[in-house]
């Protein structure tokens, strides 16, 4: 009888990915129970001999964590779209497969990037707050009381998003914001990649955009009436939102965070909150998440919202990406096609 294929999987992701996993003859699944990450521990002692691992963000794929795993490791996925826990320069290293989650959580983050756009216009931490307080019947109505920067334009005006990472959840955003009155999208794009002239052509007529442009970070800073931040993450994004970039940004201007809080330096926004260089935040990720207590400089800022990562947080999206989870990691094992495979 051949030894059945060990598959640690650091988090119960659900009944119908666990019910395809635990359907599979030839596996034989570890699976952490709890319903919080994973402790350490628990998943070095026990990867070792493991052809397979199924992670969140909270897990770090790290050079001694596929020490620890050792020659059989084939294939890790994780559920998310974001892979900056993990160390792919190893994998690649080491021959061993990544499956991730594009696609299916497109339209939940961007939903709830435009809900975090609108939130942080409109006060929305300080003036929920009052009623959770119970301030309401003291604090009461007044004219200008809680007033901030209108979304949408006026018939006569235009609205510009600036967009750092411009894949596909900020082109999911930008469709959304067309109702708003935004005419004008910049972007910034990876030095690196060729330009995108036809795809953003394409876009300007589809929304009847006045111009979809990729720009320097300063002019996107300047420019933008609000500021979305989709980018990836990891060592080549890490604080391109820092106080240079924020003192550029208009004093009525918004800046939403999305996807990873290393994009962005917490310290150097609480300062712009404070001294009032931008208007708010809306934030859905934070660098050093999730240890962000209530004495965190930017929890203390009223014109900051923030949310713990739920930015796929929906039971149709989470039970999707944990679905594409659970079968890319069995086609990693068994050298067939993933559903969705980074290719490094
Ligand atoms: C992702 O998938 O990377 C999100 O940040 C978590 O849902």
Redesign the pocket.
């Known amino acids: 009888m051949s030894t059945p294929n060990k598959v640690v999987v650091c988090r119960d992701i659900g009944a119908e990915a666990m019910g395809f996993l635990r359907a599979q003859p030839d596996l034989e699944l570890v699976v952490w129970a709890e319903d919080r990450a994973c402790d350490r521990a628990w998943l070095d002692a026990n990867i070792g001999g493991a052809v397979g691992v199924v992670v969140t ?1 909270s897990d770090l794929v790290t050079p001694e964590l596929l020490d620890l795993a050792g020659p059989k490791l084939k294939a890790v996925s994780t559920m ?3 892979y900056e826990h993990v160390n792919t320069h190893e994998l690649s290293t080491r021959g061993i497969r990544l499956g991730y ?1 594009p696609d299916v ?1 497109t339209d939940a983050v961007a939903d709830l990037t435009v809900m975090l756009a609108l939130m942080a216009g409109r006060n929305a931490a300080q003036s929920m707050q009052v009623v959770s307080n119970g301030e309401w019947p003291t604090v009461g109505w007044s004219p200008f009381g809680f007033c901030g920067p209108q979304l949408s334009a006026a018939p006569a005006r235009s609205r510009t998003a600036g967009f750092i990472g411009f894949g596909r959840i900020s082109q999911a955003v930008l469709a959304r914001l067309i109702p708003f009155g935004v005419t004008r999208c910049l972007y910034t794009a990876n030095p690196a990649s060729a330009p995108h002239h036809a795809r953003d052509d394409a876009l300007k007529a589809a929304h009847g955009l006045a111009e979809v442009r990729a720009v320097e970070l300063g002019v996107l800073a300047a420019e933008s009436d609000m500021v979305f931040v989709l980018a990836p993450g990891g060592p080549g994004t890490r604080h391109t939102v820092d106080a240079a970039f924020l003192r550029k940004m208009r004093r009525t201007a918004i800046l939403v965070n999305a996807s990873r809080g290393t994009v962005v330096d917490s310290e150097a926004l609480a300062t712009a909150l404070k001294e009032g260089w931008i208007w708010g935040a809306g934030l859905d990720v934070v660098e050093g998440e999730p240890n962000v207590g209530g004495d965190h400089p930017l929890v203390r800022e009223p014109r900051c919202v923030i949310l713990p ?1 739920i ?2 947080a929906t039971l149709e999206t989470r039970n999707e990406m944990a679905m594409m989870a659970a079968t890319n990691v069995v086609a990693g094992i068994r050298g067939a096609e993933m559903t969705a495979e980074l290719k490094f």
Request: aromatic share 12%; charged share 0%.
């Open positions: 963000f998310s779209v974001g989650t959580l990562h930015g796929s």
